[in-house]
């Protein structure tokens, strides 16, 4: 899954040279609520916390845009014992309300995410080793267009959350509610 995001992020890349599109790619940090946050919770949770780590992509062809991000979190429970969680918005179609070249950028956008939990090791695992939750989501969030700099942040929710379909794998506990900022370079659309 990420060596086909990198060609589809370099494939947007080449298509921007050729067409009056924007391709944005991002540094992302994120972490999920239970319940509504707070800004002040929020920011306490993306500095405190071991927030979700990744990165976005985003195409824009004037108010549309088509993206996706990916993020994870490794940490450990004893002195050998890795896990793996990550959060996924795998893809998802945006409308910004201003269009691709506002230096002010509100947007919406609404997709599907995946989001779940693996046992790294060392061999034999303490209990599941695997967890997997897919979702619908709808965001809003804003964000700062400075001359091919962008930094914003968006407030996802999970419409609902089920585990995989006909298959034993239990469903991992996210919350209904992810806070994400991000920050990278725009390419394009001037």
């Avoid at 992020?9 to 992302?28: G, H, M, N, P, Q």
Wanted: aromatic letters at 12%; charged letters at 15%; one cysteine or more.
């Amino acid at each position: 899954m990420k060596a086909a995001a990198i060609v589809l992020a370099l494939s947007c890349l080449a298509f921007s040279a050729f067409a009056d599109a924007r391709v944005d790619l991002t540094a992302v940090i994120g972490k999920d609520f239970i319940a509504s946050p707070s800004l002040d919770q929020a920011a306490q949770a993306l500095e405190a916390e071991l927030p979700f780590v990744g990165f976005g992509w985003e195409v824009l062809l004037g108010h549309v845009g088509l993206g996706g991000s990916y993020a994870v979190d490794f940490h450990k429970d004893a002195p050998s014992s890795w896990w793996l969680d990550w959060e996924g918005q795998a893809i998802y179609a945006s409308y910004h309300i201003l269009g691709s070249r506002s230096f002010i950028d509100p947007f919406v956008d609404a997709g599907l995410g995946c989001a779940g939990r693996i046992y790294l090791g060392p061999s034999g695992s303490p209990g599941e080793s695997l967890a997997l939750t897919i979702y619908p989501f709808v965001s809003a969030g804003a964000a700062l267009e400075l001359n091919g700099l962008r930094v914003g942040a968006k407030l996802s929710y999970a419409l609902s959350q089920s585990a995989i379909p006909v298959t034993d794998i239990p469903e991992y506990p996210l919350g209904r509610f992810q806070v994400s900022a991000f920050a990278g370079i725009s390419i394009g659309g001037r």
